[in-house]
């Protein structure tokens, strides 16, 4: 008997339940492949406050810090580095919206300036002759995504925390006041459950009865070969991510943005959301060349140098998003004592905190800021309660 | 503009294989592509000797170099489009593959595929592996075969299975010298392949007169020996062997035996190259026998996915007489499935065709099994040895990642970058796989990488090709 089963071993579920397990909690983690596989260990590892909306600023600004502090809560420093970043607008429309859309953030939290083309080159020689306008943000920077399924193992364990990879969750079942998780041949209880499987949290949600309206996008990633340095920020463009007067809303759109920056190891990442092609229960990604050839062009842009790098990798990582692309974080309506916490833009750097604030909510604490009501969409548990009346 | 074509059937690998399914499914109507990295059909084995060289003793260097040309001929007299120089970067299910080339940048659409890629070398790595002047067993034949060219001054020819006698030879020859011929199997291993192989007594016989050529001229042959460590500043300069016990472990308690030499050529046998017919994606099995995760195919060269197809090497290790065979079955199996073909005259034409594959696959299974290492030569692999030499990745690196609680490969991977290089873990996959397999249990257990696009490194000059910022899709930008 636990007194909280964590389903979901990304950043979200990971940070929850060792500060759980650190709140004097007996806590298990169960994920479906390995801790931080998906989208928390294949994201380009951007910490980019610049592409975090208003409303998530001071939230985003907490998940700043504490990649930054890694090494203090997590025991690993998990690569993290400051570089500051760029954001840059090509053509006057694109100047006009990045205007708007970073004194919005500046006024947010974020410390964010503008810098005329002259100004942002001296800040990144490696830039072309291209924008028109650019916004600096000194506190952008990333964190090597990869590492941090080991990072937050040795932690989960360090605070003993089980963690049960590989296992697929088959079933969810109240048995009394408790929750009953079978995962392969195995069935752990406990008293309070949260669910963190990211953009599979719609059919761990209907495992419990609830309906969660999580819907997901596939995000391409690519990074070239190792290189001599040839930029040192972190390089996006201006988009207006939540798009509603004109064209499509990014959330459905196809085309993404671009984030770029060259890791310490030489090589070159380059992200942006750029949609691939996956299914979630077959697993297994394909990228779409066309994307990945416009999202390629558009760090070239930005970056003549990149034309003498080759790509040596593209890869996707699954985003799950709700229809307001807010996150979820929160107790599930309906069900006492069960709780969820994902589908966060920007959940690399927001992550972690999210973790922290929904831990002292179920460890009976006052969170440090409000939490994000997963009922907001109204959705009526499938069933009275769960369990009951279910074949 | 991106080029754009379409076609019937796409052929990926013009080598014996690929060229055989070419050919069978042109004969019976298909509108086929050829597509090669090299720059003519052949492969490894047939290799076409570069267009600026005039060969006048092919034949004598290579005794298969009348195979590879008269399969170049039929080529060139078929109606087969033969597009080489392309390296394939991208493949999706449906079929669209893209490729690079003098072109450029290329799409390719088709109905069916065949995929026929082949293998990579495999070597299991020992300290200095990575020193300027080792190569690999295939690579020095291609160095031999087709730029004619000796690895080195005095080379010591080392490993497993029948390319180590066939390379040593190949340098003698070539009037190149042999520092030492160094092969894990014992005479007893040789001498229990050899049922199996003499149903091809002319390859055996070639094999037996390598054996007696090497002793003749005077290099040392140590059966049941491996390299333990090579030395050397710059470049190689001295290796060291070592007997090896039943198991291809090292003895450590015998004294170790050292040659000079400043080249290094060894392999430890042949992995399938299945990136393609992953990421198209068939359904795979573990194989060891086989030379590793191979594509499931029917008897009739179909993959687990409709229209897909699989020929050769990439099938398994068997060698290039049965990829021949093989690939010609792929090609009328193509040919079949898509209606250019009754039933009856496929059968007809597929029963000989068959038998002679039996038969040229029992030698090549013997053959295969002598390539397939044996577990304890993953001695050689010591703690600050090189596994992933992309990465610079160490065996103690790998080690430590399976302490923290690594347990697939993909955990390894993102843990300790082994594997994410250019080579996309080709060099280093099948050592780290068989690393994990001592602690996790299996081969099957671990996993394999999950592939990924681009097969090959692509220059971005290549991909974003010339384009206005007005070519870069983009969601419209909201005003306000």
């Known amino acids: 008997m636990y007194d909280a089963l964590v389903i979901g071993g990304g950043i979200m579920g990971c940070t929850t339940a060792l500060h759980l397990a650190r709140g004097g909690m007996r806590v298990a983690v169960i994920e479906r492949r390995g801790l931080c596989m998906e989208a928390s260990g294949v994201n380009a590892g951007t910490l980019s406050l610049q592409i975090k909306r208003k409303e998530l600023m001071p939230y985003a600004l907490k998940g700043w810090e504490l990649w930054k502090t890694a090494s203090d809560w997590l025991g690993d420093g998990v690569g993290f580095h400051q570089l500051g970043g760029l954001t840059l607008a090509f053509t006057d429309d694109e100047a006009e919206l990045l205007e708007n859309k970073m004194r919005e953030r500046a006024e947010a939290g974020a410390p964010i300036e503008f810098v005329h083309r002259d100004r942002a080159r001296e800040i990144e020689p490696g830039l072309s002759n291209h924008p028109v306008l650019a916004s600096f943000c000194p506190l952008d920077g990333y964190a090597q995504s990869n590492e941090i399924g080991r990072a937050y193992r040795a932690a989960l364990i360090g605070a003993g925390v089980q963690v049960f990879e590989r296992s697929t969750v088959s079933s969810i079942e109240k048995i009394g006041a408790n929750f009953a998780v079978t995962f392969g041949g195995n069935t752990k209880q406990a008293r309070r459950l949260t669910l963190a499987g990211g953009a599979w949290l719609g059919r761990l949600g209907a495992l419990l009865g609830v309906e969660l309206p999580v819907e997901y996008r596939v995000n391409q990633v690519s990074v070239t070969e190792r290189i001599r340095p040839i930029l040192r920020t972190i390089i996006g463009v201006v988009s207006d991510p939540l798009s509603t007067k004109e064209g499509p809303a990014l959330g459905t759109s196809l085309v993404g943005t671009l984030t770029l920056k060259q890791s310490s190891n030489g090589t070159v990442l380059i992200g942006g959301g750029w949609q691939g092609i996956g299914d979630l229960d077959r697993g297994g990604y394909q990228i779409r060349p066309e994307y990945l050839i416009g999202n390629l062009r558009q760090a070239h842009y930005a970056i003549p140098a990149l034309a003498d790098a080759r790509v040596a990798r593209t890869w996707c990582g699954v985003e799950g998003h709700v229809p307001d692309f807010m996150p979820l974080a929160g107790p599930i309506p309906g069900v006492e004592n069960a709780f969820v916490v994902g589908c966060c833009r920007g959940g690399f750097t927001i992550g972690p905190y999210l973790g922290r604030i929904l831990a002292q909510r179920i460890l009976g604490q006052e969170p440090e800021m409000p939490l994000f009501d997963p009922g907001r969409f109204a959705p009526a548990p499938l069933v009275d309660s769960v369990g009951a009346g279910r074949p | ?480």
């Open chain 2, 1 to 480: 503009m991106t080029a754009q074509h379409w076609t019937d059937l796409l052929v990926l690998g013009a080598g014996p294989a690929g060229a055989s399914a070419a050919l069978a499914a042109a004969e019976h109507g298909m509108d086929v592509v050829l597509l090669d990295e090299a720059a003519d059909a052949g492969g490894q084995v047939f290799r076409a000797p570069p267009k600026s060289f005039v060969v006048a003793n092919g034949k004598r260097i290579d005794p298969d170099f009348h195979i590879g040309a008269s399969l170049r001929d039929r080529l060139a007299a078929s109606r087969v489009r033969k597009v080489f120089e392309r390296r394939v970067w991208f493949v999706a299910p449906g079929f669209k593959v893209s490729t690079f080339g003098p072109e450029g940048l290329e799409f390719w659409t088709a109905k069916s595929v065949v995929v026929a890629s082949g293998t990579y070398e495999r070597v299991v790595p020992m300290p200095g592996w990575t020193l300027p002047g080792v190569i690999g067993l295939g690579a020095a034949t291609i160095l031999l075969k087709s730029q004619q060219a000796l690895p080195g001054e005095t080379t010591v020819v080392a490993g497993c299975g029948p390319l180590v006698a066939a390379v040593a030879v190949g340098i003698l020859k070539a009037g190149g010298k042999v520092g030492a011929v160094i092969d894990a199997a014992s005479p007893g291993d040789w001498a229990r392949a050899l049922p199996s192989m003499a149903v091809r007594p002319d390859l055996l016989l070639r094999g037996l007169g390598w054996v007696g050529r090497i002793r003749l001229a005077g290099v040392p042959l140590l059966f049941r020996h491996a390299v333990v460590e090579v030395r050397g500043g710059d470049s190689v300069t001295e290796i060291m062997a070592r007997p090896v016990d039943n198991q291809w472990r090292p003895r450590w308690d015998v004294p170790a035996r050292a040659f000079q030499c400043d080249a290094l050529a060894i392999g430890h046998g042949l992995v399938p190259a299945v990136e393609l017919t992953r990421l198209l994606g068939a359904e795979h099995e573990f194989a060891a026998e086989r030379g590793g995760w191979v594509p499931k195919v029917d008897e009739d060269c179909r993959t687990s996915e409709p229209c897909l197809y699989a020929a050769g090497d990439c099938t398994g290790i068997s060698g290039a007489a049965p990829a021949l065979l093989q690939g010609r079955l792929a090609g009328l199996t193509a040919a079949l499935d898509d209606d250019r073909m009754a039933p009856e005259a496929f059968a007809q034409e597929t029963s000989a065709l068959r038998r002679k594959l039996q038969r040229a696959r029992t030698f090549g299974a013997a053959s295969a099994r002598l390539m397939t290492p044996s577990p304890g030569l993953l001695d050689t692999v010591t703690p600050d040895t090189v596994v992933c030499r992309c990465e610079d990745v160490t065996r103690r690196e790998i080690e430590a990642a399976f302490e923290a609680g690594a347990a697939d490969l993909n955990q390894v991977k993102a843990w300790t970058r082994c594997g994410m290089g250019p080579c996309q873990g080709r060099m280093c996959g099948d050592t780290a796989a068989a690393l994990a397999a001592l602690r996790l249990g299996g081969r099957e257990a671990v996993g394999p990488w999950t592939a990924r696009t681009p097969i090959r490194p692509v220059p971005m000059e290549t991909l974003i090709g010339e384009y206005d910022y007005e070519d870069i899709p983009k969601p419209a930008p909201a005003r306000r």
